[in-house]
């Protein structure tokens, strides 16, 4: 699919490939969305530039009455923010949204706005939240305000020679509040029907203040439903008020027919969801639904007892460690993790189901995180960790999980199991006692095509019941949920 990668390990190194190659090579960071174009045919290129060793690009964070998203944090990073709920809900339930937990531990949040399609979840939130996007390249940085960034259907103002370095925003609290809605055709890994934002201040008296609505999957691009926030300015979120606003609404949007929905069904659900919305803001159940803690399927790297080890400058050669033994792979840098690990690593118990993404048969762990290794470029492994199933038992003993498995009859044609246990087994590493829900969560982003999904919860239950009897709460869980009750 390309035939050379370009690692830059500073920001300046990266402006320097982008300038230096310009419109003939593609960003990577996630691979989320530029894997699946490339393998589709999308923009093709032979040159990669992988900014993902730029880690000054991945933080978030609140200062000033103010938040900062990196052009490298992922929609994990947003939801592993102890400010998360507090100070941007409607991004944070916009990035539980997306996909499935592989996909977010992967997808970065620059990635979603630049990708630029009017379904994806996050630009709705970030329009209403006013946000504005600092591009850079060799020549220095602008500040773009989001909603003048997309010129039109999955076009943007970002030029060829730059990147998008921060994303940032006011923080929402006090009487400034906010929600984001979304109906898709499914819980997890869909495309939304529609979408919506909405960015509220309640004065004193309770009346509508600077109210900021933003509708995806309506029009070309993102739009704002500005008849709607006119008609609020003032007003009492009474439920008269709110389904009037719904209607006004929908002279905003130009939705078309699609294989999702017709024109006509998301003018009317627009309708409804906008009342709801402003209903909910109007009692303060604005986080109803939202998980106190959000599955991630991320935890610190698992070493399998290998030590730390020096990694060369990147020249196409990968040195990195499988399953706690460090390996150097040779001309592997032009493929997907998933290939390498099979064609060049000897490691064949990840599988390929769709290479897209949407299956996870190929999940493996990557530094920590359960990842869709059909979607990570295998330079990325340069300098991590790995984990795949065939590394999840110690020695001759299986993994409390892989055992549970066998005890509940879960394993059927076998084809997605070992995508299934890894991210069920991390699961387990990142909390004692897991929910049936949040089981459901970390398994979202498997397809079982053997359709046995009750004996695979059962196992998941089995193990989870096994480890909570002899295991304390992961310190990341404890640490994040005191985080949380500060708040």
């Not at 894997?35 to 991945?58: C, F, H, M, N």
Request: charged content about 20%.
């Amino acid at each position: 699919m390309w035939s050379k990668v370009v690692r830059p390990t500073s920001v300046a190194e990266a402006l320097d490939a982008l300038a230096a190659h310009g419109p003939s090579a593609r960003i990577v960071a996630g691979g989320t969305d530029v894997l699946v174009e490339l393998q589709r045919g999308v923009k093709p290129t032979a040159t990669l530039i992988d900014v993902s060793a730029l880690r000054e690009l991945k933080d978030v964070r609140q200062a000033g009455g103010g938040v900062t998203i990196g052009g490298l944090a992922t929609h994990n990073d947003v939801l592993a923010a102890p400010f998360a709920r507090a100070a941007m809900l409607p991004l944070a339930q916009a990035c539980i949204e997306v996909g499935a937990p592989q996909i977010r531990a992967r997808g970065t949040i620059a990635g979603n706005l630049v990708t630029a399609s009017p379904a994806n979840d996050t630009i709705a939130p970030l329009i209403a939240l006013d946000a504005e996007v600092v591009l850079a390249s060799r020549g220095g940085e602008r500040t773009v305000a989001l909603r003048d960034f997309y010129t039109g259907f999955r076009a943007t103002l970002l030029r060829p020679d730059e990147l998008v370095r921060e994303i940032c925003f006011r923080a929402l609290g006090g009487n400034r509040r906010g929600i984001f809605l979304k109906l898709g055709l499914r819980r997890a890994q869909a495309i939304s029907v529609i979408d919506i934002a909405v960015v509220v201040t309640l004065d004193s008296a309770g009346l509508a203040r600077d109210a900021r609505i933003a509708l995806g999957c309506l029009a070309p691009t993102v739009v704002r439903a500005v008849s709607a926030e006119r008609y609020l300015e003032g007003t009492s979120l009474d439920e008269t008020t709110c389904a009037q606003a719904g209607r006004i609404a929908c002279d905003d949007a130009a939705p078309i027919d699609d294989v999702r929905g017709s024109a006509n069904y998301r003018r009317t659900t627009l309708a409804g969801l906008i009342a709801r919305a402003l209903g909910r803001i109007a009692a303060g159940r604005e986080a109803d639904s939202y998980p106190e803690v959000p599955v991630l399927l991320q935890t610190p790297a698992r070493t399998n007892g290998a030590t730390a080890f020096d990694t060369p400058t990147f020249d196409g050669t990968i040195a990195t460690t499988i399953n706690g033994v460090r390996r150097t792979l040779r001309d592997a840098s032009c493929k997907t993790l998933l290939d390498a690990l099979r064609e060049d690593a000897g490691l064949t118990g990840a599988k390929e189901g769709c290479a897209e993404g949407e299956c996870g048969a190929c999940t493996v762990w990557l530094d920590g995180a359960a990842v869709m290794s059909c979607l990570v470029p295998a330079s990325q492994a340069h300098g991590a960790t790995i984990t795949t199933i065939e590394g999840l038992a110690d020695g001759e003993r299986l993994h409390p999980l892989q055992q549970a498995y066998i005890d509940c009859g879960a394993v059927q044609c076998g084809f997605c199991i070992p995508g299934m246990i890894m991210a069920g087994a991390k699961l387990l590493e990142e909390r004692r006692a897991p929910s049936l829900d949040e089981h459901q969560a970390a398994i979202s982003g498997n397809l079982c095509r053997c359709t046995g999904y009750r004996k695979i919860l059962d196992a998941m239950e089995g193990a989870a019941r096994e480890l909570s009897a002899h295991e304390p709460l992961p310190e990341t869980i404890r640490a994040l949920r005191r985080a949380q009750d500060r708040l």
